[in-house]
């Protein structure tokens, strides 16, 4: 079996496709983490042994002992690796920047670890939000800085199958992602359990950060649809999707 977790095929399939053919055509399964994984890969290479089976969503015990960072009062939240030509926080910063959250005293924080932390750190001088946009060491359990966050962003390039956004509706914290390949559209519903919009667009980004900020009907609908939203991605599930494809 063998399991697809991006959909920058590259990384898993050569561009050949009589080369992935020799490959991997006497696989028992290709197992991709979305929908739209297993479309590309059907469009790309033919492949008819190929299955979706999402990542699941971990109960993981709490970090003893673990430091809570100090927290904005009032903070928009993005985790993850702090990898620009994955990750994009350039348009996340972009569209802060454009939106009202920074005027209405709801800060960014950037939590994470990566190679683009100093450039980012530099963006935010240039367009002069340093002091609004908070930026936070990767933490082992995120959980408690997730429950007090206003909302998390995903802003990617592209994805897999997104685990921020299922961490985050497990919390009851609702999103606002771009519209990336691949992912986020199978566990959006748009204005239900958050917003979903344009890729690359900081103006929509900033336009659906102003929405949760100003339409409070609006946020509090998608805040308490949000656990329920994700219980499909639970252990227990997925596991009897890997079971039903073994036996």
């Not at 399939?13 to 696989?27: D, F, T, V």
């Not at 991709?32 to 969503?57: D, M, P, R, W």
């Not at 100003?214 to 599930?237: G, M, P, R, W």
Request: hydrophobic share 40%; aromatic share 10%; glycine share 4%.
């Amino acid at each position: 079996v063998f399991v697809v977790h991006s959909y920058w095929l590259k990384n898993y399939l050569p561009k050949q496709r009589l080369l992935a053919k020799l490959l991997y055509n006497k696989a028992f399964q290709l197992v991709a983490v979305s929908q739209e994984i297993k479309q590309q890969i059907q469009l790309e290479y033919g492949f008819n042994q190929i299955s979706t089976i999402y990542n699941c969503l971990s109960k993981s015990a709490s970090i003893v002992n673990q430091d809570t960072p100090k927290l904005p009062q009032n903070f928009i939240l993005f985790f993850g690796r702090i990898e620009d030509k994955v990750k994009n926080i350039s348009l996340l910063i972009d569209g802060y920047s454009q939106s009202k959250l920074a005027q209405n005293n709801t800060k960014l924080v950037i939590l994470g670890d990566g190679p683009d932390t100093t450039y980012l750190k530099q963006k935010t001088v240039d367009l002069q939000l340093q002091h609004q946009i908070v930026f936070l060491p990767y933490c082992a359990d995120p959980s408690s800085i997730i429950k007090r966050a206003l909302f998390s962003v995903l802003s990617s390039r592209y994805e897999g199958f997104p685990m921020v956004l299922i961490e985050s509706l497990s919390q009851g914290t609702p999103v606002v992602s771009v519209d990336c390949k691949s992912g986020p559209k199978e566990v959006i519903q748009n204005e239900i359990n958050g917003l979903m919009v344009e890729n690359h667009n900081p103006n929509a980004l900033a336009k659906a950060f102003d929405r949760f900020l100003e339409d409070e009907q609006l946020y509090f609908h998608c805040k308490q649809n949000a656990k329920k939203s994700v219980e499909k991605f639970s252990t227990e599930i997925i596991s009897k999707n890997w079971l039903n494809l073994l036996k």
